[in-house]
């Protein structure tokens, strides 16, 4: 019964490689995001969905391309992975312009 | 630009022994200001939404207190199990009717026995 849902919750990849993160909620909620945590622990906010529409498009490289198939579901796919994408991934969801938030437990990829 | 500035960077109080976080922010318009915990390993755990100055929230040992320019987060009476990352976020006009969350690096607590 997880509100929000993310797989993987370890990704150890190499360079170059392209991979996807997939996000789930059961809460009814219209809206999802993406967000990304370095090493600091800072939060950045890269995506943004409401009902399967991309509203909010951070300045992020265009190796990443996110998916909403459904307002359930948001995912990230990433190409041509570097160094520099290693990082703890979050998803999260909440009624639009209601924002508690709910967040996912993180994917924490790492590229060698 | 608008701006989340936490401090300090780390606190480590003794249990019993009370304290405050700081949260200063610079954003055009404040809509909300809001508290999120954060366990290692896991997603950040909403705790608060505030929306105008003046406006105090609490939660068991927890209390959130907003001025026209900061957040506090009092904790009072501290548990280990208080210990955790404390984040403060802002939400801020992106366009049009949305708007994005802010998030400050956080404060790391760490409650000893």
């Known amino acids: 019964d997880t509100a929000v849902s993310q797989t993987p919750k370890y990704l150890v990849t190499q360079m170059g490689n392209d991979k996807s993160i997939k996000c789930e909620q059961n809460?009814?909620?219209?809206?999802m995001y993406w967000y990304k945590q370095d090493s600091k622990k800072f939060l950045k906010i890269m995506f943004s969905y409401n009902n399967k529409e991309l509203i909010i498009n951070e300045t992020v490289p265009n190796r990443f391309s996110p998916k909403s198939p459904d307002k359930a579901h948001l995912n990230l796919h990433i190409n041509s992975l570097e160094l520099g994408d290693s990082a703890v991934y979050f998803c999260?969801?909440?009624?639009?312009?209601?924002?508690?938030?709910?967040f996912g437990s993180g994917t924490r990829l790492t590229v060698v | 630009e608008d701006q989340v500035t936490q401090s300090p960077e780390a606190l480590r109080l003794q249990e019993g022994e009370s304290s405050s976080l700081n949260c200063s922010y610079t954003?055009?318009?404040?809509?909300?200001l809001f508290w999120y915990r954060q366990d290692p390993g896991k997603g950040p755990e909403f705790l608060f939404t505030l929306y105008s100055a003046g406006e105090e929230k609490e939660k068991e040992r927890l209390k959130a207190t907003l001025t026209k320019k900061e957040s506090f987060l009092h904790i009072t009476a501290p548990k280990p199990e208080d210990s955790a990352t404390y984040l403060c976020?802002?939400?801020?006009?992106?366009?049009?009717?949305?708007?994005?969350?802010?998030f400050g690096t956080g404060t790391l607590l760490a409650v000893q026995p």
């Open positions: 809460l009814g909620h219209d809206t």
């Open positions: 954003v055009s318009g404040l809509r909300g």
């Open positions: 976020a802002v939400q801020a006009n992106y366009g049009g009717a949305t708007n994005k969350l802010i």
């Open positions: 999260a969801s909440s009624q639009f312009k209601n924002y508690g938030y709910t």
